[in-house]
């Protein structure tokens, strides 16, 4: 198995978000895993590495079927409607994925049915009657004891996502023999420990597997709006098994083999909590089943609580991600995703909390650097700015930073890649605040001063690239150099003394204007 430095190396990186279903706008949830798939995607083309981002909508099943008959309106234009306001919501984001994803596309038929009928084809897929307790809204059956308790004592038990009556059905169906995976998934996790992340979800997902596997049921006569099962002209696929396969249509399962075998070794998907049974259980399963290779990587995020609640129509506590936007800029809501809230554990946000972080790291810390270095350019080296010292205190801080940094990128913890980030930041506010080069006659003190903070702003430009691209192509211009840090590549771009000195030096409006709650 390789390590996430060998993967690096290799110079390939498939990432991508869970496809998100259409029968709700997007909120700041959506965001949250977007935002650190979009992160490690920026991350990665600046190592060099060939990258595929991918992000999507899920747009079959049944609760897609009845948002758009609550509307009025057919289950597409349910799916065109909303999948356009994910599109916007990305745009506005700057979220620079590769494909866009849609379930209804010919593409995605064309694939979900080849490879399922590959399953059936190897003798696991067979019929059968299911019935049992089902939520609309997770599209999931459940088991009695899965439930909470109904307040109604007449109704039936809730679900324990979405809070809301299970309904009981019943109906013929095509099932997928996922009992007889339980052993395979095991010697899988065995022979690839790294595969699903944290480790405390790679342990939930183990004991899944060995409470023991039940055959599923992968298909629906029930309803119409789905991916059509080629053997049975009555039912489609179940959306889960649909929706599932997006990751590998976009890749060219079925189509094109050369696409699919250089990007499949390397998939990386990026996924909530509350959908790890299925991508770290059943999907795994299916492609063991297709004679296809398992994902490569999992990494498993907790919940994104509003007031200790995970959001949901039912709880009335979404938060679209443009109501942010116009309170902190782009850059201000992306850097509050990826810095506030570790990926792993669940993380509660508070608007308090994201103007408290706005203010401390970017207008306090990043901001102030480049206001108070640019200015006492401007006075004392007539705005032009000098090289950096060979030997600069702050060469060994910047080293230590990128080394940080580049682990905990590789570990899919951006927050933490950033804590090591900003450290070089606060190193050279602290330089400048010792040396006060404001208060020194103009010469080689103050030149060997203000070189220093200049390479690490120019540094910092290329470390804070994948959190606040605008802010960091702001800072390389003002600092005089030509280009983006977009164009530069690691790990050579974080060598210390590239600044080359001699370069014009612009003032300008604060970076990040300070925001009262």
Known sequence: MSTPAEETRNGTFYVTTPIYYVNDAPHIGHAYTTMNADALARWHRLLGDDVMFLTGTDEHGLKMQRAAEAHGITPQEQADRTSARYREAWQQLQVSYDDFIRT?????????????SKVKENGFITKGTYEGLYCVSCEAYYVEADLLPNPDPN???????????VEFFKEDNWFFALSRFTQPLLDWYAENPDAVQPESKRNEALGIIKQGLEDISISRSSISWGVPIPWDDDQVFYVWYDALINYATAVGYGTDEEKFGKWWPHVHHLLGKDILRFHCVYWPAMLLAAGELPPHRLSVHGFLLVGGEKMSKTALNQIAPADLVEDFGVDGFRYHFLRDNSYGPDGDFSYEGMVSRYNADLANNYGNLLARVSTVVGKKCDGVGPAPRPDSPLAAVAAESYANAAKAWEAVQPSIALDHTWRLIRETNALLEAAEPWKLDPGPEVDAVLGDALEALRIVAVLSYPAI???????????GLTGSPADVRLPAAAAWGQYPGGLPVQKGAPLFPRIKA
């Open 155 to 165: 109704g039936l038990g809730l679900c324990p996502i979405h809070h809301r009556p």
């Open 469 to 479: 691209p605008n802010a960091a192509e702001q800072v390389w211009r003002r600092i």
């Open 104 to 116: 209804t596309e010919p593409r995605h038929y064309a694939a979900v049915q080849k490879l399922l």
